[in-house]
């Protein structure tokens, strides 16, 4: 059976988004400088369906890790923040299972993304996104809360941080508040470590809790 | 002049102490957790007044920092939750400029330690405290309220952030709350990242704004 993944791009101060993140802004004010280091990367552009654009370490990364889904979940906020900007041709080119409490039809967009509206909770979409990898990894997109739950829940295997030198100050935190993830320490395991300019990322597992 | 310079340990989730930290638990509940990698080191081992310890990058790193400083600035809950713990000889071995409403007469420590209270505010801690540093540098020991202060008003040069793999999910937070820092973003040059299994050490320079 495949891995559940993650990956997201995290100020210092621990922000993915800034504030204000929704429909007209869907990564928060400010929050296009999490993401600056990844427009100009080959492997970015080629999933917006453009070409060319920059090579290297960093693409090397990005290009491995979204080279391992066979399926993405993702919670409804998200979908709904990215549903204009991603267009007729969203970035995802696999099956992606929404975590929703509305109800509809399953939405098939050119590229291959099909969005799937799962309304009987997380749980519940991380086993048809299981089903539908078809022994590939899936990949968690965000947000944040839905993350945070499949971090509380033991439910994620492996987190790609990339850890963008800049203090948000405000927006959407990756991690919550204190308690939302259960308030016992969770430990990981490094596994990567890759530093360039503009980010750095991290690569852990969960630790499995001593039994 | 000397740099104003901080050098913090935080959890992957942007804690540097667990929580209920204070005089019965220095660390925080479980905050021992994020200083387990500096607990072996020799230059961490000789500031406690203790002979070996381990040597290698991190140690070097940590001696690198701890020789630039000629006198440090701390908050007073800092100085409150480490008097009992740092003992008749505290591992400072330089002049403390401790930032309180509590006037009180300097306390003289063995080892060349010795804190001065300052009941006029953080900017005239950090003045006595260059004075007194000789043209050398002024390290901030914390808390995270006084580190936030430095850094909203824009007088922290360099932070040197030990990063520590643990989501801790509670505790104090070393960038505090959405809006504590002043609400707009603000950059950091990363000048050296430094990986080793228990810690990802990232230095980072103050920016500064465009003008």
């Known amino acids: 059976m495949g891995e559940v993944i993650a990956r997201l791009a995290m100020s210092l101060d621990g922000y993915i988004a800034g504030p204000e993140s929704g429909r007209e802004h869907p ?13 100009g990367l080959r492997t ?26 066979g399926a993405v979940v993702m919670g409804h906020g998200m979908y709904i923040t990215g549903e204009i900007p991603w267009g007729d041709e969203p970035p995802f080119h696999m099956p992606v299972f929404v975590v929703t409490r509305h109800p509809r039809e399953p939405l098939v967009k050119r590229g291959g993304t099909t969005f799937h509206f799962v309304t009987e909770g997380p749980e519940r979409a991380l086993e048809l996104a299981r089903e539908a990898a078809g022994g590939k990894d899936v990949s968690l997109a965000g947000g944040a809360d839905l993350v945070g739950q499949f971090i509380r829940d033991g439910r994620l295997d492996e987190l790609l941080l990339h850890v963008v030198p800049v203090l948000l100050c405000d927006g959407r935190r990756l991690f919550g508040d204190p308690g939302d993830l259960g308030g016992l320490p969770i430990e990981w395991r490094k596994t990567q470590v890759l530093d360039s300019p503009e980010v750095t990322h991290i690569r852990l597992r969960r630790t499995p809790p001593a039994s």
Request: aromatic share 8%.
């Open 27 to 39: 990564l928060g004010i400010g929050g296009e400088r999490l993401h600056s280091w990844v427009f």
């Open 44 to 69: 970015f552009r080629r999933m917006q369906g453009m070409e060319g654009g920059a090579g290297g370490p960093d693409d090397e990364l990005l290009a491995e890790h979204v080279a391992r889904p």
